[in-house]
């Protein structure tokens, strides 16, 4: 060990303007989650497989029974599959925001000279990349297994807008939900609550039709069902009608609301 | 205040819903110098450890960090400060250069001189062949020796230190010491939280004790020490009887006992001369001393020395930092 030499003030911080420490911060963050991805390999490949589980699962063992009344089923499923996918890897953030919280990264980056709600801006940009990763390799897998698109160019486009819109709406749902669970464990149990739910009960798997009348109601009302009609209207190019512009409404209202709340909650967090 | 005052809290008070932690604390830290903030778990050193690193606000009192009030001027604070809290709050997936060079850049500093003070940090800190490999292959020590480094990275004047040693080994305590003391010679400011006399004995300019929220006593270690005792004679007599017998004839100033043990202790200078005295004297009168030892005094010698009671967990804070110790480990 060489000797230790400190001296107080013998580096000073550059001054810049405040803009750009939000920006460079932020990046700082981003580039932190980044690593993250490709550091935690285990995790982006649980990420990436389990979607083609389900896939491969509803494929061939439920697709002979469920009756879509028009498209195939692996036609039909995959717009369901990509948006579950996108609901549970946003639980990814509030697995990464729980971990900061326990282990005591998000106080120590609140006691720096910063605007330290870039944390939860690097968590949510790292869901958005692992969701692209996520989603391309899903598509993949589905094109050999029947999935016949029609979409065109300008519809992927679309497509591809939407699901990052939506990510990025779940995503923040996902940060408040970590902040709220404070542990992994926690984090588990709120996500089987929330995600589950808004998942199956919607039409990523069935068409809603077949539900119950009150379930049908939910169902057919929630974001997830118009943002999942969207995409597979675009998919196979069939008329989207109202969901794409109500998808549109859903997760800018979502947005809108979800990052002020988390953005108080994690300024609040310790100092209650 | 003194503009010698690195921290400088007057009747410093926070209570986490009805329970009252901090009761009107009054502390002064000089600049350059440590100091070290001894106390049992839920003394609430970490409540007040929150105040003036800015993560949590005071209820009521005045608490100043470098000449910046923590409320008024928390960015000034944090411009001024470094934290390592009692958990290593370094990142898992990063390598420790990545982790230093990514505190340096949060701490605003330009790209070289964080690459350049993570280097450096990292020799200092014996963590070079380590730099390059992700911190989840680390050992403890190693993390902690690493989340030391990243509060210096940016040469701030203060640095708060909560519980440094708890949980490492004895070797990865003393590792840690070591680092500390080095840091002693510096012209930096440190305040310390622990649990252990010794470890404020080694590493501090000057000790407060904390109970229940308030200071009980202040003073250098060795004024501490010196009332209290440098080495600490314990006797455990046979029955009740003896204890009485034995209480009454050494009962001093200093002198502690406990009836349920049936133990006196008496503060020595520690040489022999002066033990086999007190040894004779028993003797003497008759009285059969069961077992003894010689051990340097405790947190709970400090405590039963000043307030009568053993340093006794209090009802744990109620806060996150408090309720998490039990899942770290």
């Known amino acids: 060990m060489t000797e230790l030499t400190y001296k107080t003030g013998a580096v000073q911080p550059l ?51 469920i009756s879509t009344g028009g498209a195939t089923y ?22 990464s925001v729980a971990t900061d919280l326990q282990r005591g990264i998000i106080d120590r980056i609140k006691s720096l000279p910063i605007a330290s709600g870039g944390l939860l801006m690097g968590h949510v940009t790292a869901d958005l990349a692992r969701n692209i990763i996520q989603a391309l390799v899903m598509i993949g897998v589905g094109l050999l297994v029947g999935f016949r698109p029609t979409a065109s160019v300008v519809d992927w486009f679309e497509i591809a807008g939407l699901v990052m819109l939506f990510t990025f709406a779940l995503s923040w749902m996902a940060a408040i939900m970590g902040l709220v669970a404070k542990t992994v464990e926690s984090v588990q149990w709120l996500g089987f609550f929330v995600v589950f739910p808004i998942t199956f009960a919607s039409a990523a798997f069935v068409p809603t039709s077949t539900m119950p009348g009150w379930l049908r109601a939910f169902a057919e009302n929630q ?29 800018v209202g979502l947005i809108v609301i979800f990052v002020p709340i988390a953005g108080w909650m994690f300024r609040k967090h310790s100092g209650r | 205040m003194s ?20 009761k009107g604390l009054n502390l002064t830290v000089e600049k350059g110098t440590i100091l070290a903030l001894l106390g049992p778990n839920g003394a609430g050193k970490t409540t007040t450890i929150r105040i003036l690193s800015t993560l949590l606000r005071p209820d009521a009192g005045e608490v100043m960090v470098n000449g910046y009030n923590v409320v008024a001027h928390g960015q000034k604070v944090r411009e001024s400060i470094g934290l390592t809290g009692q958990y290593a709050a370094v ?49 403890g020590g190693m993390r902690r020796r690493l989340d030391l480094a990243a509060s210096l990275i940016a040469t701030p004047p203060i640095i708060f ?84 017998q034995a209480l009454t004839l050494l009962n001093a100033s200093g002198v502690l ?23 004779d004297m028993v003797e003497k009168a008759g009285i059969h001393i069961e077992t003894l030892s010689l051990h340097k005094p405790t947190l709970d010698d400090v405590f039963l ?25």
């Open chain 1, 15 to 65: 001054h810049r303007s405040s803009l750009y420490w939000m920006i460079s911060d932020s990046l700082v963050f981003i580039g932190r989650s980044m690593k993250h991805i490709v550091k935690n390999r285990d995790q982006l490949l649980g990420l990436t497989i389990q979607p083609v589980m389900f896939m491969l699962l509803f494929r061939y063992v439920f697709g002979g029974a």
């Open chain 1, 74 to 95: 692996v036609n039909f499923l995959v717009a369901g599959i990509l948006i579950q996918s996108v609901a549970f890897g946003s639980l990814t953030t509030s697995l």
């Open chain 1, 223 to 251: 974001p997830v069902t118009h943002v999942i009609e969207a995409i597979r209207a675009l998919m196979l190019g069939t008329p989207v009608g109202d969901h794409a512009w109500i998808s549109v409404i859903w997760c």
């Open chain 2, 3 to 22: 503009s010698n005052n690195a921290i400088l809290i007057k009747d410093l008070r926070h209570s986490f819903k009805k329970l009252e932690v901090l």
């Open chain 2, 91 to 139: 990142d898992e997936f990063l390598t420790g250069v990545e982790n230093l060079e990514m505190m340096g850049r949060l701490y605003h500093l330009s790209s070289a001189d964080a690459k350049r003070r993570a280097k450096e940090l990292l020799q200092q800190f014996d963590l070079v062949e380590a730099g390059d490999r992700a911190v989840k292959t680390y050992s």
């Open chain 2, 161 to 244: 230190l909560d519980e440094p040693t708890t949980g490492l080994d004895p070797r990865s305590r003393l590792a840690m010491w070591d680092i500390i003391e080095k840091l002693v010679e510096a012209d930096v400011t440190i305040l310390l939280t622990t649990q252990h006399l010794e470890e404020a004995d080694r590493l501090a300019d000057r000790v407060a004790v904390l109970d229940n929220g308030i200071i009980i006593t202040e003073g250098t270690a060795d004024q501490l020490k010196s009332q209290v005792g440098n080495e600490r004679l314990e006797i455990v007599l046979k029955d009740g009887n003896t204890f009485t």
């Open chain 2, 257 to 279: 006992s406990d009836e349920k043990n049936r133990s006196v202790s008496i503060p020595t200078d520690g040489n022999v001369a002066e033990v086999r005295r007190v040894l």
């Open chain 2, 305 to 329: 020395h000043f307030t009568g009671h053993k340093a006794e967990e209090e009802k744990p804070e109620d806060n996150d930092a408090e309720s998490k110790k039990g899942q770290k480990k």
